[in-house]
């Protein structure tokens, strides 16, 4: 689907929205704050810009942001029982709606101070991201981003998850296609101005197995390894990537 430059307007307000929400966490992450505390903190930055939650509620999600820590690779429900602790990294997904049109970015960050092994986690996931939005131009094809993601990631000994995986955005959080996060073994459509993707790596530091707990929404390393996940919505251009949930 290639939005029009309005639609891309709205997507662009929806992107904004997320940024200031990952802002806002971040700024809230300390020792002895609950994941529920870094909910509401989220769910106020969209009351305050008149947006309104794509996670709330989606098939049946109970929170306006998923909250993720260690080896919690994603979906992670925020909990005033789940209290972050010095050391600990913490994934933090956000959504947001603005006039029908969607936004959604992830980042993970560290509570306090983290051992070399975890930063350089966040790092190497973070430049994965970065390397597959370089990726993100006009006649190039859709699986190459897949392609750079993994082999960032692949070179630092890192594994990349396979059973969850970037979508296109839009009108719906989720739209087709999908965007693995590694080459498919294909090179897939190609890339035109006016489409809008996320792209969302999930790296382990150990296998790139996963495991869903007991509440049937949390994902976590099936070797208990920890994991990060960074996403932005980015829009094809003319001038090359867009990204709509940079702060
Ligand atoms: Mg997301
Ligand atoms: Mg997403």
């Given at each position: 689907m290639r939005r029009n430059e309005d639609?891309?307007?709205?997507?662009?307000?929806?992107?904004?929205?997320?940024?200031?929400?990952?802002e806002a966490t971040?700024?809230?992450?300390?020792?002895?704050?609950?994941?529920?505390?870094?909910?509401?903190?989220?769910?106020?930055v969209i009351e305050r810009r008149g947006a309104t939650s794509n996670f709330l509620n989606y098939h049946g999600f109970p929170a306006v942001i998923c909250t993720s820590p260690n080896d919690m690779i994603v979906h992670g429900i925020p909990s005033a029982e789940v209290i972050l602790v010095e050391g600990d990294i913490i994934s933090i997904d956000c959504g947001a709606i603005i006039e029908g049109y969607h936004g959604d970015a992830a980042y993970t960050a560290g509570v306090g101070e983290i051992s070399k092994e975890a930063q350089r986690l966040l790092e190497v996931t973070e430049a994965s991201l970065f390397a597959g939005i370089d990726q993100m131009t006009k006649g190039n094809r859709l699986h190459e981003i897949g392609r750079a993601v993994q082999g960032v990631a692949e070179a630092q000994g890192?594994?990349?998850?396979?059973?969850?995986?970037?979508?296109?955005?839009?009108?719906?959080?989720?739209?087709?296609?999908?965007?693995?996060?590694?080459?498919?073994?294909?090179?897939?459509?190609?890339?035109?101005?006016g489409m809008v993707f996320a792209v969302e790596p999930m790296i382990n530091i150990g296998t790139q197995?996963?495991?869903?707990?007991e509440d049937g929404w949390a994902v976590v390393t099936a070797d208990g390894s920890l994991s990060a996940h960074f996403e932005h919505t980015i829009a094809i251009t003319d001038h090359g990537p867009e990204v709509f949930t940079l702060p």
């Open positions: 639609e891309l307007n709205k997507m662009r307000k929806a992107g904004k929205v997320v940024a200031e929400m990952h971040r700024a809230a992450i300390r020792p002895g704050i609950s994941t529920m505390d870094l909910n509401n903190v989220a769910a106020q890192y594994s990349v998850v396979r059973e969850y995986v970037g979508h296109a955005i839009g009108t719906a959080m989720h739209e087709q296609p999908q965007v693995p996060n590694y080459w498919p073994g294909s090179p897939g459509p190609s890339l035109k101005t197995e996963t495991m869903t707990l």
